[in-house]
C-alpha cells in the first residue's frame, strides 16, 4: 500500500440545493431499487440524460455494487516520484516521465480536472501514470456531496485507464456506506492511500486506522 501525505482538504461548494438533492436520491435512490435488469438499465438512462455529470466519461464501463460505482482495474506497480497535482499542472516536475500524478490537496486545485478532463490530460501527458482522483468525502460532508466526489473520482479514474494510462486505485470510503463505497475497487492490486486529514482529530484519526 503506498502512502500519500501532501493533502490539506477543502469543501467542495459548487453544488446549488437542487443539485445536491439530485445526488442523493440519485445514490441513496439506487440502495433501495432492486438490481434486476430492467432496473439497471433504468438507472443507465437516467445516467445518459445526465449531462452536467459527463456521462461520456464511463463509457463502457463496469458498474459495480448497489452505488453503480465504475470499476477500476488493479496495477502492480511502485513509482519512482509522486508529484501533487497543481505542480504538474505547473510544470514543476523534473522527471515526468518518472512520477506519478496524485490529487491529494484540496479540491479547489483539483476541481478543473473534472471540467475539462482532455485539456488537462494534453497537458500531463508525459507522466508515467497517476493515482486514481481525490475529491474529497468527508464525515462532515452532506451525504449528497460525498457521494459525488467518491462517484466522480472513479468515473476519472476509469477514464484515465481508457486513455491508456496507468491509474493506481486510491481507496475513498464514505463511513455511512459500510462497504458499498469500494463496491469498484479491484483486489490484488497497488492501492494508494492518503493520511492526510486523519490525524487532525481524535474520531478522524481512528476512522482512518478503520479504513474510512
Excluded at 501532501?6 to 445514490?27: A, D, I, P
Excluded at 451525504?143 to 466526489?149: A, K, R, T
Excluded at 459500510?178 to 481512528?206: E, F, H, Q, Y
Amino acid at each position: 500500500m503506498l502512502h500519500g501525505n501532501q493533502c490539506n482538504y477543502g469543501v467542495n461548494s459548487n453544488f446549488s440545493v437542487v443539485q445536491q438533492e439530485l445526488l442523493t436520491e440519485r445514490f441513496f435512490g439506487a440502495l433501495d431499487r432492486p438490481k434486476n435488469e430492467g432496473e439497471r438499465n433504468s438507472i443507465r438512462r437516467r445516467h445518459k440524460q445526465m449531462g452536467n455529470f459527463h456521462q461520456d466519461l464511463v463509457k463502457g464501463a463496469r458498474f459495480m455494487g448497489r452505488l453503480d460505482l465504475p470499476f477500476i482495474h488493479g496495477v502492480n506497480v511502485k513509482p519512482k516520484y509522486l508529484v501533487l497535482f497543481s505542480d504538474a499542472m505547473a510544470g514543476r516536475c523534473a522527471h515526468p516521465e518518472e512520477s506519478f500524478v496524485v490529487f491529494f490537496e484540496n479540491d479547489k486545485e483539483i476541481e478543473r480536472f473534472w471540467e475539462n478532463p482532455n485539456r488537462v490530460l494534453q497537458r500531463l501527458d508525459a507522466y508515467a501514470g497517476f493515482a486514481m482522483p481525490d475529491y474529497s468525502t468527508c464525515v462532515d460532508f452532506p451525504i449528497g456531496i460525498s457521494l459525488n466526489n467518491l462517484y466522480r473520482n472513479h468515473a476519472l479514474g476509469y477514464w484515465l485507464q481508457r486513455q491508456g494510462k496507468i491509474v493506481i486505485p486510491s481507496a475513498r470510503t464514505i463511513e455511512r456506506l459500510a462497504g458499498d463505497d469500494l463496491a469498484g475497487m479491484p483486489r490484488n492490486s497497488s492501492i494508494i492511500v492518503s493520511s492526510v486529514g486523519c490525524i487532525i482529530k481524535t474520531r478522524k484519526t481512528a476512522l482512518g486506522l478503520n479504513g474510512s
